[in-house]
Nanobody, 113 residues
């Protein structure tokens, strides 16, 4: 099983980033997928989740209206579009097959001027 995140980096406040997570080794379409983040000195928190089938979504209050999660079951990929980024969004972002032990290695997102 592999979950490989990409798309992190350094962005100015108000900017955008799109994270991708490529999955392999399990039946991707059978799992809800989620993005979590962990800032230094803080606990890991759920950012967004997308269910399958159906594609319904859930978001943390702190990112509602700014972040959007989506998935492509044909290509075993889940995305996180992050707009209007704030310094408090700085964290390592992790991809997760929800309610499983499958986690990605994380990608750093830094929002700073």
């Amino acid at each position: 099983v592999q979950l490989v995140e990409s798309g992190g980096g350094l962005v100015q406040p108000g900017g955008s980033l799109r994270l991708s997570c490529a999955a392999s080794g399990f039946t991707f379409s059978s799992y809800a997928m989620s993005w979590h983040r962990q800032a230094p000195g803080k606990e890991r928190e759920l950012v967004a989740r997308i269910w399958s089938p159906g594609g319904s979504t859930d978001y943390a209050d702190s990112v509602k209206g700014r972040f959007s999660i989506s998935r492509d079951n044909a290509n075993n990929t889940v995305y996180l579009q992050m707009n209007s980024l704030k310094p408090e969004d700085t964290a390592v972002y992790f991809c997760h097959a929800f309610m499983s032990s499958y986690w990605g290695q994380g990608t750093q997102v830094t929002v700073s001027s």
